[in-house]
C-alpha cells in the first residue's frame, strides 16, 4: 500500500482550489496557498521565507513577518510559475475579483498589477498556440484576457459564460497548445488561440479542467462529476455525492501514463484509471481537500504528488516503484477479485431461480389475489411512452408531456426518470397517491435549454395492493428543440429578425432534421420548394418561422438569437457542415445591445467621478487627521473632539459611497457580461466549428 | 502489543439470520474446526478448510428459512451436535450431517431465538418461551414483548435451570419455572445475549447483552436480584450488537470479547484493568455480521475470528501473516492456489452465463404469450427503523443480499432527510406535489456499485404522522422492487423508560368511553413507538416515556372503559387529545375528553427548555465566531491580546465544530417546540395566539428565562 512519504501542518485554514507549487528563489520549492481574509501564505519548503520587511503602499501587497502576503481582497484564484525569462524564478500570480497581481515573492516585489473589470475567476500559466512569450491567462466574466511578464494584454477574446476553470493542453496534437475553458453555462470549449475549434456540453457548472498527456484532459463538475475527455469524446465519468475540490493528473502507479487525481470535499484522494477511471488508490484527510499539486518538494530529485486540507494538512505521496506493481491498495487485488466474482456467482444463481420461480408459476396460470401482492403480473404486459407538446391550461403551463402507460389492468406504483440538466437535482418522481393509482402517468418536463436529454425512465409496474412491483427500465431522448409547438403560419406574425443561409443539402435532409430536432405531431414530408414550418415557443410564446426557398436558401426568423444560434449549430451538424456564410439581422437585439454599449459608457464616467471623490476625500481625511493629532497634542480636547466628530462622518460618507461605487460596478459587469455574451452569441451565428474534428488545421475564417 | 489480523473469504452461502453459524470443536488429530451455518434458503452447511480451499463435509436440502443454529450434546462432553430451528421446528445433525432429531413443537409461531443446554432446550417465538426438557414441554412463559434472545446459566454451575429472555422493551427476564423471577434493566432494548467469558464467569452467573442501539454491559444474575458490573456506550455511533463470543485470540491467557454489529464493524474487546474491557482492535466488513466466533479455521496453528454476514460470506479475520517471511517460493505457491481459484470460478461463472442466457430467451418468449404470468424474484431485505436517543432522529437501515441500484424514498408526512457520511450513494431530491398525491418528500438514492447497505437518517417533527415508503430495487434481473413501509407516530420521538419523575407538575388527559382494552391498547399503539403490538396480558398496563429531544415525560395507563395520560407537556397532551378523539370518531366510538391543564407545567417545561436553548443560541454564536477569531490569530501572530472568553474559543473550536456539526438545525427544533408549547397551552384555555408567534420568537433570540415565562403568562 502507498503511505505519504512526508506530511506536515500548515497554521492556516486554505482557500480550496488556490494552492500552487512554485520555486519562487529559483531552487526550493514552496508551497501558497490562499487563506481566509485575503491573505497568501508562501509558507513551507526548506527555506525562510519574506526576504524583505512589508511595505506601505496601500494598493500593493504586503509581505508580513509570519510569511503571509496580504491582498486584502478575497483571493479567486492563484497560480505559480515561470513567466519571466529571467532570472529563471517563479512568480507568484494571485487573481482576484477586481484585479491580477504578478509577484516576486524572494524579492518581494511585484511584476504587475492590472485591474481586470471582468475578474479573474480562474487562472493559467504557459504558452499558448503561436504566442512566443509565456502568458498567465485568466478568465473571468465571460472574458479570457492574457498578460506576460510586464502585463501586456496580448491575448484578449470572450466566451458564452462566466469562466470557472482553465487548462492548457495540444488539444489537436499540432504540437501547440490549446485553451481548455470550462464555464458557467456547462460547456467546455477548446480556443485555438481566440477562435473556437471545439465545444462541449455537460450537465454543470465546469469547475475543473486538467490536462493529462496529448489531447487528454479531466474534467470536474459542480455536481460531484469527474471524468475524462479525448478530444471531444468522454472516455469515462462517475458521479459522486460530494464535489471534487480540485483535479491533478500524476502517474502515481508508474505506468507511464497519468492517473487522474481528485481531492474531494469530504477530505477524500483518489486516483483514477485515465482509460477506466477505476480506483487504484485512495487516501483519507480529516476535512475537504484544498488542492492537489505536484513537485520536488523534498529536493531529492523525485517528484511527489502533493496533497492539502482545507486545515492545512498536507500530505507527499511518491509514485509506487516496481515491487508494487501497481498494486497500491492494502487489500490484495486477488481477494477482491474472488469476492467480485462470487458475488456475480451469486447474482446469476438468483437470477436463475427467479426463472424458475418464474416458471414454476406459470404451472398455474389463473391469477390470484395473493398473487398479485407477490408482484405477479400478465407476462405480455408492455409500457408504452409517447412524448408531446401539451399546450397547457389555466392551472398549468405549457410543457412537453411525456406519457407512460401499461398495456392491461396493471398500474404503475411509481415513475422515476433520471436525467441530466432537466429537473432540480439528477431525478424526478411521480408517485400517486393510492386512489389515484391507474395505468397511465403524465410527467410534465420543461428542459430549460434548447439540448437533446437522454430521458432514463423506470416505472413500477403492479397491482394496487402489491409489495413488489416489476421495474421496467427504457430510455427515450427528448429532441432537442421539443420546448417549440407547431403552430399554424397563418395566425402568426413573422418576427422581423433573421438568419438566411444557402446550404447545398436536399431539402429532405433538412427535413429529417426537422422531424428529428422538433417534437412534430405527425412527420413533416417535403414536397416542393418553398417549404415552411412555424413554431411557438412553450417558454415565452415567441415565434419561429423556418422556410425552405427553392436553390437550397434557408430562412430562420426568430428574435431570439440564441435560438438561432442553436438551430443553426444543429443544423450544421447534423448535416455535417463545417463552413457556413450565413447573412443575419436582429434589429431588436442591436437596439437593446447599443442600450447596452451606452450603460457601459454611463457607468464608466460615474466610476470616474467616484474615484475622484474619493480621492479629494482622502485628502480631506489626511488634513483633518494632521489637524485633530495637532489638538491631542497641545491638549486642546474639544477641539480634538470635533476634528474626530468630522473624521468619523466623512468616514460614513466614504462607505456610502463606496456601497453605490459597489452597486455599479455590479452593474457595470452585467452589462459587460451582456457585451460578451452578444459578440459570442453572433459568433454561433455561423456554422464555423460546430462540428471540427481531426488534427489538421481548420482554416481560417 | 498490536494486534494484526489478516481478512480470509471462504464461502458464501445464502443470507443468514442472527447466531447461524458456529465451528464445531476440533476432533481426533485434526488442528483445524470445521464450520456449520445455517442459511435462509434453509440450507445446512458444514466444511472445513483443506489448503486454502472449503472442502464440504455435508449440506443439507433446502426448506424453511433457518432462524438460529446452536451446538448441543450431553453435559460434559464435546458440544458437536448441530441443532437448528427452522420454523416451528427443531432439527438436530451430528456432525457428519445424519439427521437424528425432528422435533416439531407446538408453537403456532416460528422460532425465533434457541438456547440448548445437555438435555433442555429453550426456545422463544415472538412473545413465548417454551421450555422442553427431552423434547417434553415442561415450561411456558408468556412476556410482556418481544422476545430477542434466550440463554440459560450453565446447569452444571449455578445448580438450578435459571433462563433469561432478553426483551425489546429494554428488559432482561429472569425465569424460574414458569414463573418470572425478577426484571433486569437495560439502557437499550437488549438484542443478544452470551455467557460472559463462555462459561458465565468464576460463579457461572455473569451475562453479557448487546443492545440494538450499539451498547455493552455485563450482569450478574444472582438468585435475588442483578448485579450490573459494566457498561459501555456507544459513543463512536456504530451499529447494533448481533453477536457475541469469548476467544483467547491475542494469546495471553485471556478471554478477548468479541463483537459484531449491524453496520458491518467487528470488534475485540480485551480485559486489560480486569474489570472493564478497553477496545483492543475493529475492522469494518461491509454488511451486518449475524454471527461470531473465534477459533481455528485456516491453517493449522493460526488462530482467527470468523464471522458471518448478511448476504451470507464466511469471513476469517487470521492472524496468520499474509505475506509469510517463508521465502518467495511460498508466496508462489500462494499466488498459484489463489490463480486456480479465481479460473476455476471464472469457469464456473461462465457456464452459469451460458445456463442464464437460455433461462433469460425463454422468459422474453414467454413475455408473448397471452396467458403467461410473470412473476418478480423474492429478495430479502433486512431493514431497521429506529430512533436514536442521542439527536433525536430516524435512522433507517436498509441492507440487501446483492447490490442495491437505487432506493426511493417516499413520505406523506414533512419529515427531514439528512446526509450520512458513510454513504456513497448520489442523492436527489424531486420536487413534490402535497396535493393531490399527498407526497412531502420524493428523493432518490443512486447507489454506487457494490452498496449492498444503505442508511438514511430521519428528522420528524410530533403531531405529524403518516407513512415513510422506501422502494428498494436491487441489481438483480429481471428487475424488481419491493417497497418497505415504516410508520412515523405522532409521539414520534417518544421513547420507553423505565421509571419517570412524579414530583414534576403533570398535566392529565382522561378518557372515558364503551371501548375495550385492546381497542385501547391499538390506539396507544398507534401514537407511540416502542409499544409492543400484542394487547397485554391482564386488566390495565402502565407505560412510561421520555421525550428525546427535550426529556419531558408521559405516563400512560388504560384499561378497558378507561384511560389516562399525564405529562409535563402540554403539547404531549395536545397531540395525544387530537389523535386520539379522531381515531375513536373513525371507528364510531363516543369519548368523553376530560383534562386537567397544570399551569405549572408551562413554567416546568420552559425551565427544562430553557437552558438547552440558551446553550444552543451560546454555541450559535461561537460557531459563527471562530473563523473571525482565527483570522485574528493568523495575523497578529498569537492570541495574547485577546479576552480569555474568546482564547477559549479559539481552543475549543474544533470540539465546538463538531458539537454544531452533530446537531444541524437543533436551534430551530427547540424553537418549533417552544412555539408549539406557546400555542397549545392556550389552546387548552380556548384562545388562539397564532398571531402572537411572531412576536415569540422576536424574543425567543437571547431571552432570559424569567422573561420568557413571564411572556408565556402575560399573553392571552
Known amino acids: 500500500m502507498l503511505v505519504p512519504v512526508f506530511t506536515l501542518k500548515l497554521s492556516h485554514k486554505l482557500v480550496p482550489r488556490t494552492v500552487a507549487l512554485g520555486r519562487f528563489d529559483g531552487t526550493h520549492p514552496c508551497l501558497a496557498a490562499a487563506t481566509q481574509a485575503g491573505k497568501v501564505t508562501a509558507g513551507g519548503g526548506r527555506q525562510q521565507q519574506g526576504g524583505g520587511a512589508g511595505r506601505s503602499l496601500t494598493a500593493s501587497p504586503i509581505l508580513l513577518p509570519s510569511g503571509l502576503l496580504n491582498i486584502n481582497q478575497a483571493i479567486s484564484c492563484l497560480s505559480a510559475g515561470l513567466l519571466r525569462p529571467q532570472p529563471a524564478a517563479d512568480c507568484l500570480l494571485v487573481g482576484t475579483a477586481t484585479s491580477l497581481l504578478a509577484y516576486d515573492v524572494h524579492d518581494n516585489s511585484e511584476l504587475f498589477y492590472r485591474e481586470v473589470s471582468d475578474g479573474a475567476n480562474a487562472i493559467v500559466l504557459g504558452k499558448l498556440g503561436d504566442i512566443t512569450s509565456p502568458l498567465a491567462i485568466i478568465g473571468g466574466n465571460c472574458a479570457l484576457q492574457g498578460f506576460d511578464y510586464k502585463g501586456n494584454d496580448l491575448f484578449w477574446t470572450v466566451t458564452g459564460d462566466n469562466v470557472r476553470s482553465l487548462a492548457l493542453c495540444d488539444f489537436d496534437g499540432d504540437g501547440k497548445t490549446e485553451l481548455l475553458v470550462g464555464s458557467e453555462d456547462f460547456d467546455?470549449?477548446?480556443?485555438?488561440?481566440?477562435?473556437?475549434?471545439?465545444?462541449?456540453?455537460?450537465?454543470?457548472?465546469?469547475?475543473?479542467?486538467?490536462?493529462?498527456?496529448?489531447?487528454?484532459?479531466?474534467?470536474?463538475?459542480?455536481?460531484?462529476?469527474?471524468?475524462?475527455?479525448?478530444?471531444?469524446?468522454?472516455?469515462?465519468?462517475?458521479?459522486?455525492?460530494?464535489?471534487?475540490?480540485?483535479?491533478?493528473?500524476?502517474?502515481?502507479?508508474?505506468d507511464g501514463v497519468c492517473e487522474l487525481i481528485t481531492g474531494w470535499s469530504n477530505g477524500k484522494v483518489d486516483a483514477r484509471s485515465d482509460r477506466t477511471g477505476e480506483v487504484i488508490f485512495k487516501d483519507n484527510f480529516a476535512s475537504s481537500i484544498a488542492g492537489v499539486v505536484e513537485g520536488d518538494y523534498r529536493m531529492d530529485g523525485s517528484t511527489q504528488l502533493i496533497c492539502c486540507s482545507v486545515d492545512g494538512e498536507v500530505r507527499g505521496y511518491l509514485p509506487g516503484g516496481e515491487e508494487m506493481k501497481g498494486n497500491l491498495m492494502d487489500t490484495s487485488a486477488e481477494q477482491d477479485l474472488i469476492r467480485e466474482l462470487s458475488q456475480k456467482k451469486q447474482n446469476l444463481l438468483l437470477e436463475l431461480r427467479n426463472y424458475e420461480e418464474n416458471a414454476k408459476a406459470e404451472q398455474n396460470t389463473q391469477l390470484k389475489e395473493a398473487d398479485g401482492q407477490r408482484g405477479v403480473i400478465p407476462a405480455n404486459t408492455q409500457l408504452q411512452t409517447s412524448l408531446s407538446v401539451n399546450l397547457g391550461s389555466d392551472?398549468?403551463?405549457?410543457?412537453?408531456?411525456?406519457?407512460?402507460?401499461?398495456?392491461?389492468?396493471?398500474?404503475?406504483?411509481?415513475?422515476?426518470?433520471?436525467?441530466?440538466?432537466?429537473?432540480?437535482?439528477?431525478?424526478?418522481?411521480?408517485?400517486?397517491?393510492?386512489?389515484?393509482?391507474?395505468?397511465?402517468?403524465?410527467?410534465?418536463?420543461?428542459?430549460?435549454?434548447?439540448?437533446?436529454?437522454?430521458?432514463?425512465?423506470?416505472?413500477?409496474?403492479?397491482?394496487?395492493?402489491?409489495?413488489?412491483?416489476?421495474?421496467?427500465?427504457?430510455?427515450?431522448?427528448?429532441?432537442?428543440?421539443?420546448m417549440y409547438a407547431l403552430s399554424s403560419p397563418d395566425s402568426a406574425t413573422e418576427p422581423l429578425s433573421f438568419v438566411n443561409c444557402t446550404m447545398n443539402e436536399r431539402p429532405q435532409r433538412i427535413v429529417m432534421w426537422l422531424n428529428q430536432s422538433f417534437l412534430l405531431p405527425e412527420d413533416a414530408e417535403f414536397q416542393s420548394a418553398p417549404f415552411q414550418v412555424c413554431f411557438t415557443s412553450l417558454r415565452n410564446a415567441g415565434q419561429l418561422f423556418i422556410k425552405i426557398k427553392s436553390g437550397g436558401e434557408i430562412s430562420i426568423s426568430t428574435d431570439d438569437i440564441d435560438l438561432a444560434g442553436d438551430i443553426i449549430q444543429s443544423m450544421a451538424s447534423f448535416l455535417a457542415i463545417e463552413d457556413l456564410q450565413v447573412e443575419a439581422d436582429f434589429p431588436a437585439y442591436f437596439e437593446e445591445l447599443k442600450k447596452v454599449l451606452v450603460k457601459v459608457d454611463e457607468h464608466h464616467s460615474v466610476n470616474q467621478r467616484l474615484s475622484a471623490d474619493m480621492a479629494e476625500h482622502s485628502n480631506l481625511i489626511r488634513s483633518m487627521l494632521v489637524q485633530a493629532e495637532d489638538a491631542r497634542l497641545l491638549g486642546d480636547m474639544k477641539n480634538m473632539k470635533t476634528r474626530y466628530i468630522e473624521l468619523y462622518d466623512l468616514n460614513r460618507d466614504l462607505i456610502n459611497q463606496y456601497k453605490i461605487r459597489c452597486n455599479n460596478h455590479t452593474e457595470l459587469l452585467n452589462n459587460l457580461k451582456a457585451v460578451n455574451q452578444a459578440i459570442q452569441r453572433a459568433g454561433r451565428l455561423r456554422g464555423k466549428y460546430a462540428y471540427w474534428e481531426g488534427t489538421g488545421s481548420p482554416g481560417s475564417h | 502489543m498490536e494486534l494484526s489480523l489478516a481478512r480470509v473469504d471462504y464461502l458464501q452461502v445464502g443470507v443468514t439470520a442472527q447466531k447461524t453459524m458456529r465451528l464445531l470443536p476440533a476432533s481426533g488429530r485434526a488442528a483445524t474446526q470445521k464450520v456449520v451455518v445455517g442459511d435462509q434458503d434453509g440450507v445446512v452447511t458444514c466444511f472445513g478448510m483443506k489448503k486454502g480451499e472449503p472442502v464440504p463435509v455435508f449440506k443439507t436440502l433446502p426448506g424453511q428459512k433457518i432462524a438460529r443454529l446452536e451446538l448441543g450434546g450431553a453435559l460434559n462432553t464435546p458440544q458437536e451436535k448441530i441443532f437448528v430451528a427452522t420454523g416451528s421446528e427443531v432439527r438436530g445433525f451430528t456432525k457428519r450431517g445424519k439427521q437424528f432429531l425432528s422435533f416439531e413443537t407446538n408453537l403456532t409461531e416460528n422460532i425465533k431465538a434457541m438456547h440448548i443446554s445437555g438435555a433442555d432446550l429453550f426456545l422463544c417465538a415472538s412473545y413465548i418461551y417454551n421450555h422442553y426438557c427431552d423434547c417434553k414441554d415442561k415450561h411456558y412463559y408468556l412476556s410482556g414483548d418481544k422476545i430477542n434472545?434466550?440463554?440459560?446459566?450453565?446447569?452444571?454451575?449455578?445448580?438450578?435451570?435459571?433462563?433469561?429472555?432478553?426483551?425489546?422493551?429494554?428488559?432482561?427476564?429472569?425465569?424460574?419455572?414458569?414463573?418470572?423471577?425478577?426484571?433486569?434493566?437495560?439502557?437499550?432494548?437488549?438484542?443478544?445475549?452470551?455467557?460472559?467469558?463462555?462459561?458465565?464467569?468464576?460463579?457461572?452467573?455473569?451475562?453479557?447483552?448487546?443492545?440494538?442501539?450499539?451498547?455493552?454491559?455485563?450482569?450478574?444474575?444472582?438468585?435475588?436480584?442483578?448485579?450490573?458490573?459494566?457498561?459501555?456506550?456507544?459513543?463512536?455511533?456504530?451499529?447494533?450488537?448481533?453477536?457475541?463470543?469469548?476467544?483467547?485470540?491475542?494469546?495471553?491467557?485471556?478471554?478477548?470479547?468479541?463483537?459484531?454489529?449491524?453496520?458491518?464493524?467487528?470488534?475485540?474487546?480485551?480485559?486489560?484493568?480486569?474489570?472493564?474491557?478497553?477496545?483492543?482492535?475493529?475492522?469494518?466488513?461491509?454488511?451486518?455480521?449475524?454471527?461470531?466466533?473465534?477459533?481455528?479455521?485456516?491453517?493449522?496453528?493460526?488462530?482467527?475470528?470468523?464471522?458471518?454476514?448478511?448476504?451470507?460470506?464466511?469471513?476469517?479475520?487470521?492472524?496468520?501473516?499474509?505475506?509469510?517471511?517463508?521465502?518467495?517460493?511460498?508466496?508462489?505457491?500462494?499466488?498459484?492456489?489463489?490463480?486456480?481459484?479465481?479460473?476455476?470460478?471464472?469457469?464456473?461463472?461462465?457456464?452459469?452465463?451460458?445456463?442464464?442466457?437460455?433461462?433469460?430467451?425463454?422468459?422474453?418468449?414467454?413475455?408473448?404469450?397471452?396467458?403467461?404470468?410473470?412473476?418478480?424474484?423474492?429478495?430479502?431485505?433486512?431493514?431497521?427503523?429506529?430512533?436514536?436517543?442521542?439527536?433525536?432522529?430516524?435512522?433507517?437501515?436498509?441492507?440487501?443480499?446483492?447490490?442495491?441500484?437505487?432506493?426511493?424514498?417516499?413520505?406523506?408526512?414533512?419529515?427531514?432527510?439528512?446526509?450520512?457520511?458513510?454513504?456513497?450513494?448520489?442523492?436527489?431530491?424531486?420536487?413534490?406535489?402535497?396535493?393531490?398525491?399527498?407526497?412531502?418528500?420524493?428523493?432518490?438514492?443512486?447507489?454506487?456499485?457494490?452498496?449492498?447497505?444503505?442508511?438514511?437518517?430521519?428528522r420528524s417533527i410530533e403531531g405529524q404522522y403518516g407513512t415513510l415508503q422506501a422502494y428498494v430495487t436491487p441489481r438483480i434481473q429481471p428487475k424488481t422492487c419491493q417497497v418497505h413501509q415504516y410508520q412515523i407516530k405522532p409521539l414520534s420521538l417518544h421513547q420507553r423508560t423505565h421509571s419517570i419523575d412524579h414530583d414534576r407538575p403533570m398535566n392529565t388527559l382522561m378518557l372515558k368511553g364503551q371501548f375495550s382494552f385492546a381497542e385501547i391498547h391499538s390506539w396507544v399503539v398507534f401514537c407511540l413507538p416502542e409499544v409492543p403490538e400484542k394487547t397485554p396480558a391482564g386488566d390495565s398496563v402502565t407505560f412510561y416515556f421520555q421525550n428525546t429531544f427535550l426529556g419531558t415525560q408521559l405516563e400512560s395507563s388504560y384499561r378497558k372503559g378507561e384511560g389516562c395520560f399525564k405529562s409535563d407537556n402540554i403539547s404531549t397532551i395536545s397531540i395525544l387529545k387530537d389523535v386520539l378523539s379522531k381515531e375513536a370518531t373513525k371507528r364510531k366510538i363516543n369519548l368523553n375528553i376530560s383534562y386537567d391543564i397544570n399551569e405549572e407545567s408551562v413554567r416546568h417545561t420552559l425551565k427544562l427548555i430553557h437552558p438547552k436553548l440558551e446553550y444552543q443560541q451560546l454555541l450559535a454564536k461561537k460557531v459563527h465566531l471562530i473563523d473571525a477569531l482565527r483570522e485574528l490569530q493568523v495575523h497578529e501572530g498569537n492570541v495574547d491580546f485577546l479576552l480569555p472568553k474568546y482564547r477559549s474559543i479559539l481552543e475549543e473550536a474544533d470540539q465546538l465544530l463538531e458539537e454544531y456539526k452533530k446537531q444541524p438545525a437543533h436551534l430551530e427544533r427547540l424553537y418549533g417546540m417552544i412555539t408549539d408549547l406557546f400555542i397549545d397551552k392556550f389552546k387548552f384555555k380556548g384562545t388562539n395566539v397564532k398571531t402572537k408567534v411572531p412576536l415569540l420568537l422576536e424574543m425567543l433570540d437571547g431571552c432570559e428565562q424569567d422573561g420568557l415565562i413571564a411572556f408565556f403568562e402575560a399573553a392571552a
Open chain 1, 395 to 482: 392551472s398549468q403551463s405549457a410543457h412537453v408531456e411525456l406519457c407512460i402507460s401499461t398495456t392491461n389492468d396493471t398500474i404503475i406504483r411509481a415513475v422515476l426518470i433520471f436525467a441530466e440538466g432537466i429537473f432540480e437535482g439528477e431525478s424526478h418522481v411521480v408517485h400517486p397517491s393510492l386512489q389515484n393509482l391507474s395505468g397511465c402517468v403524465r410527467v410534465p418536463l420543461t428542459p430549460p435549454k434548447d439540448v437533446p436529454v437522454d430521458l432514463h425512465i423506470k416505472a413500477f409496474v403492479g397491482y394496487r395492493n402489491s409489495t413488489q412491483f416489476h421495474v421496467f427500465e427504457l430510455t427515450r431522448q427528448l429532441p432537442r428543440f421539443s
Open chain 2, 149 to 458: 434472545d434466550v440463554l440459560c446459566l450453565p446447569v452444571d454451575k449455578v445448580n438450578s435451570i435459571t433462563p433469561v429472555l432478553a426483551c425489546q422493551d429494554r428488559l432482561l427476564r429472569v425465569l424460574q419455572g414458569s414463573d418470572l423471577l425478577y426484571e433486569v434493566e437495560v439502557p437499550g432494548p437488549p438484542t443478544v445475549l452470551a455467557l460472559n467469558n463462555g462459561n458465565g464467569g468464576d460463579s457461572g452467573e455473569e451475562i453479557v447483552y448487546g443492545t440494538s442501539d450499539g451498547k455493552l454491559g455485563l450482569t450478574q444474575i444472582t438468585g435475588s436480584a442483578p448485579v450490573h458490573k459494566w457498561e459501555i456506550g456507544n459513543e463512536k455511533k456504530r451499529g447494533g450488537i448481533l453477536c457475541i463470543d469469548s476467544f483467547d485470540i491475542v494469546g495471553d491467557g485471556v478471554k478477548e470479547l468479541l463483537i459484531g454489529r449491524d453496520d458491518g464493524v467487528l470488534e475485540i474487546y480485551s480485559f486489560e484493568s480486569v474489570d472493564e474491557p478497553v477496545l483492543r482492535y475493529d475492522y469494518a466488513l461491509s454488511e451486518s455480521i449475524g454471527s461470531v466466533q473465534g477459533g481455528c479455521v485456516g491453517k493449522d496453528g493460526y488462530d482467527e475470528v470468523l464471522a458471518s454476514t448478511y448476504s451470507g460470506w464466511l469471513t476469517g479475520l487470521t492472524t496468520e501473516p499474509v505475506h509469510r517471511e517463508g521465502g518467495s517460493g511460498e508466496e508462489l505457491k500462494l499466488s498459484q492456489e489463489m490463480q486456480s481459484k479465481i479460473s476455476s470460478l471464472r469457469n464456473e461463472l461462465e457456464h452459469l452465463q451460458m445456463k442464464v442466457l437460455q433461462e433469460r430467451e425463454k422468459y422474453q418468449q414467454s413475455s408473448q404469450s397471452s396467458t403467461a404470468v410473470s412473476s418478480v424474484p423474492a429478495f430479502s431485505v433486512n431493514d431497521k427503523f429506529t430512533l436514536n436517543k442521542d439527536d433525536a432522529s430516524y435512522s433507517l437501515i436498509l441492507e440487501v443480499q446483492t447490490a442495491i441500484d437505487n432506493v426511493l424514498v417516499q413520505s406523506d408526512v414533512p419529515i427531514d432527510l439528512l446526509d450520512v457520511d458513510k454513504n456513497s450513494a448520489v442523492v436527489s431530491f424531486s420536487s413534490c406535489d402535497s396535493e393531490p398525491n399527498s407526497n412531502f418528500l420524493l428523493a432518490t438514492y443512486r447507489c454506487q456499485a457494490n452498496t449492498t447497505r444503505l442508511e438514511l437518517k430521519i
Open chain 1, 188 to 254: 467546455i470549449r477548446v480556443f485555438k488561440e481566440d477562435e473556437i475549434v471545439a465545444e462541449m456540453s455537460e450537465t454543470e457548472t465546469v469547475t475543473a479542467l486538467s490536462p493529462m498527456y496529448g489531447s487528454r484532459f479531466g474534467y470536474a463538475l459542480s455536481n460531484g462529476t469527474v471524468g475524462v475527455y479525448d478530444k471531444t469524446a468522454r472516455y469515462w465519468r462517475i458521479k459522486s455525492k460530494n464535489h471534487a475540490m480540485s483535479i491533478h493528473a500524476f502517474d502515481l502507479n508508474s
